[in-house]
């Protein structure tokens, strides 16, 4: 019976073996299959995704379809607080910088307040799929939450831009600090999502302020490196151009305060970042 047994086990083994080889093989070819198969449908995407900006691009009156930007990096870049922004023991604050260092010919578009609620400028974004992100002050806000509702749905990050939009050096710390971590719990509210980013009115900020920033949650604060208009840009730097990760920085404003809207705006920005070579990036995939 053990002579049996033995047997048995070594028939069992033999069968065993013998199977695995080719099912094995038919595993790895259909997983070989599945992959490329994968890779294809996502070739597929994004070939219709760049068709359809084509066609947006001429429905909203661009010269040039904007450049599809790359995959998100899989490692983030090192960020650190630009030299000459730091303050008195800056290494215990969120960092504060202009430009995400990146080899990526990519800029970010960032839009600040929320004064102008135009529902052509939503329309035309979703369409043309061009990522942005947006910083809130509630005063101007508050009004026409849906507007900014309508925003997040279509995944835009919603990030912190105070209350009350005031001068920040000019405030004791703990004005700063209800000034910002009330936007944080304001946004919370509203918007479901505690924000990380935040944005110092006027590019304005103290130690107090990065202080309070950091007690309220925040992660991170981007000012920028370029500002745009509806008929033209600003920059920060000497030569008076964009740069791979560069922080472009505009406003929710209408034709009260410009010569044109907020789509006019969009315009001119994605000629001049298209003529130059540059996609626009989503900001959040390399923080």
Request: proline share 6%; net charge neutral.
């Amino acid at each position: 019976m053990a002579v049996a047994a033995l047997l048995v086990a070594a028939l069992g083994t033999a069968c065993g073996s013998g199977d695995a080889g080719p099912d094995k093989a038919a595993k790895e070819k259909a997983a070989k299959a599945a992959g490329a198969a994968g890779a294809l449908g996502a070739a597929e995407k994004a070939k219709a995704a760049q068709q359809a900006r084509v066609v947006a691009a001429k429905k909203w009156g661009l010269r040039k379809t904007p450049l599809a930007a790359p995959p998100a990096p899989k490692e983030k870049p090192h960020i650190t607080t630009r030299d000459g922004f730091e303050v008195e023991d800056q290494e215990e604050y969120p960092n504060v910088f202009t430009t995400i260092p990146t080899e990526d010919k990519v800029v970010f578009l960032t839009i600040d307040d929320g004064s102008e609620k135009d529902p052509e400028f939503l329309k035309m974004m979703q369409e043309l799929k061009i990522p942005y992100t947006a910083f809130l002050s509630d005063y101007v806000v508050r009004d026409n939450y849906p507007y900014f509702k309508q925003m997040q749905a279509a995944g835009v990050t919603l990030n912190n831009h105070t209350l009350n939009h005031r001068y920040m050096p000019g405030l004791s710390y703990e004005q700063q600090r209800e000034e910002i971590c009330g936007q944080q719990d304001t946004i919370q509210k509203q918007f479901g999502k505690r924000p990380t980013l935040f944005r110092p009115p006027y590019g304005n900020y103290n130690q107090d302020t990065l202080r309070a920033a950091k007690s309220c949650g925040i992660k991170a604060v981007p000012l920028w490196n370029a500002e745009a208009f509806t008929n033209r840009m600003d920059y920060r730097e000497w030569d008076r151009d964009l740069h791979p990760g560069d922080i472009i920085l505009t406003h929710f404003r209408g034709k009260e305060d410009w010569k044109g809207t907020m789509p006019d705006m969009i315009r001119h920005v994605m000629k001049t970042v298209t003529d130059k070579g540059y996609a626009v990036a989503r900001l959040e995939d390399y923080l």
